[in-house]
């Protein structure tokens, strides 16, 4: 049997314990093992046992993963988000669908110091939801642009993903966060414009608020400093090389933990709730990296994703057709997986096939920074997508009102403006790659 066959087989079984409930961490580990043993035997992966938790959990960059976890914990509890909408709605609010689009905007600010899709979802939703609802904007619209807006949370760097994608794939983190940044914009202007449409054809599911004067605008924009002041401070210090990405999550998780204590939502109560959110979701991606080692060992042994590789790219498929046909794969895996095990389960496969293949001519390391931001982009629809769409389900637990029938509905012209922007950068790459110029 070759190692493709392997492969597959073991894929399958694992594709099986996931159809029976089983955690993506464990079913990965489990057919993992059963592979280890089916190609080298029991011996040999009990060896490896005693290694792989250490060789994994002490890699230096990985501490950077809780650092930007808790910053996210203590932008929740800081009332940043908060700010954020607010100046929003301040600027665009009269704008027919301007308050919508405001929570979009705050989506934006504060994925840029929170890094967590589900944890964006979860607190623009408790802020801009009753906002929305007392403004008569529809459900439908009103749930899908918060859903939407908060996968912006993986898109504007910093992203919990694409530092994994980093360590997975030996990349500067530091050039991978510049890189995303323009298409997190893009993402979020279209987005805008989606809600923009929307309020033009049914103007009564997009009321406009009231029109500010210039003097609560710059009130309310002067509140979101803090936001600025930390963003620019991990962001520009990674960039500038001032700071390791390690360092600059540091600096960044203190200054947002002294404005979250400044703003007295921070007491002991709300300390301990931050340490234990940041714990969990730590755990959580420690035990689904350590599951994804196991099965990629035994892929290794295998020599699959080398093998797949050489085989896609004996077959003499067009580049583009090859691109096309991981995209649709990534679409049908986000319908059943959250991203982050998508990426881990993934790019040991695919990232040897792109890495294999000419597009537009590009070097290895730009190559590879332009993957890495294609399939985010891609993983992020599986948040909004069914059945498992999390950020829906977020967003739906605080609308009981809205069925989640209707929320799916309104995501579907979010979706259209996903794809649009995949097929931007699929064949347009320099907008990924133009801020590595600078």
């Not at 493709?4 to 087989?9: C, D, K, R, S, Y």
């Not at 060896?47 to 960059?61: L, M, P, Q, T, W």
């Not at 498992?388 to 009102?401: C, L, P, Q, R």
Request: aromatic share 10%.
């Amino acid at each position: 049997m070759t190692g493709i066959e392997q492969g597959m087989l073991i894929g399958s079984l694992m594709l099986l314990l996931l159809a029976l409930r089983m955690h993506i961490a464990m079913a990965m580990f489990v057919a993992g093992s059963i592979g280890y043993i089916w190609v080298a035997g029991p011996a040999p992966l009990l060896n490896y046992y005693k290694n792989v938790a250490y060789a994994r959990y002490s890699i230096y960059d990985l501490s950077v993963v809780p650092l930007f976890l808790l910053m996210g914990q203590f932008a929740t509890h800081g009332g940043l988000s908060k700010a954020l909408f607010r100046a929003g709605n301040t600027m665009i609010g009269h704008w027919r669908g301007g308050m919508a689009m405001a929570a979009v905007g705050a989506c934006a600010g504060f994925g840029a110091i929170c890094g967590s899709s589900l944890a964006t979802a979860a607190t623009m939703g408790q802020v801009a939801l009753p906002e929305l609802r007392n403004h008569k904007y529809s459900g439908r619209l009103a749930t899908a642009a918060l859903a939407a807006g908060g996968t912006l949370g993986i898109l504007i760097p910093p992203s919990v993903p694409l530092v994994i994608y980093a360590i997975l794939t030996e990349q500067n983190i530091a050039k991978l966060f510049m890189a995303a940044f323009i298409p997190g914009i893009i993402a979020m202007t279209g987005y805008m414009v989606v809600i923009a449409i929307i309020a033009r054809m049914d103007p009564i599911a997009a009321p406009a608020g009231e029109k500010c004067s210039w003097a609560e605008r710059l009130a309310a924009l002067i509140d979101t400093w803090p936001v600025m002041l930390i963003f620019a401070a991990v962001i520009g210090g990674i960039y500038a090389g001032f700071f390791t990405p390690t360092e600059a999550a540091s600096i960044g998780t203190l200054a947002t933990g002294y404005v979250a204590w400044r703003s007295g939502g921070l007491g002991k109560k709300a300390f301990l709730a931050c340490l234990y959110g940041t714990s969990q979701a730590t755990a959580m991606i420690f035990l689904i990296l350590l599951g994804a080692d196991i099965m990629n060992v035994f892929l290794a042994l295998t020599q699959m994703p080398s093998e797949l590789a050489k085989w896609v790219v004996g077959l003499g498929f067009s580049p583009l057709l090859i691109l096309f046909v991981i995209i649709c794969i990534y679409l049908f895996l986000g319908c059943i997986m959250d991203s982050l095990s998508m990426l881990l389960l993934t790019i040991p496969i695919f990232f040897p096939i792109i890495m294999g293949t000419d597009y537009w001519g590009m070097d290895p390391e730009s190559k590879a920074i332009w993957f890495g931001i294609l399939a985010l982009m891609v993983v992020e629809i599986g948040l909004i997508t069914p059945p498992v769409g999390m950020n829906v389900f977020i967003i739906s637990s605080m609308a009981k009102e809205v069925p989640m029938k209707e929320t799916f509905k309104g995501i579907v012209p979010f979706l259209a403006s996903d794809m649009l922007r995949i097929a931007l950068l699929v064949f347009f790459p320099s907008v990924v790659l133009v801020a590595l110029r600078f």
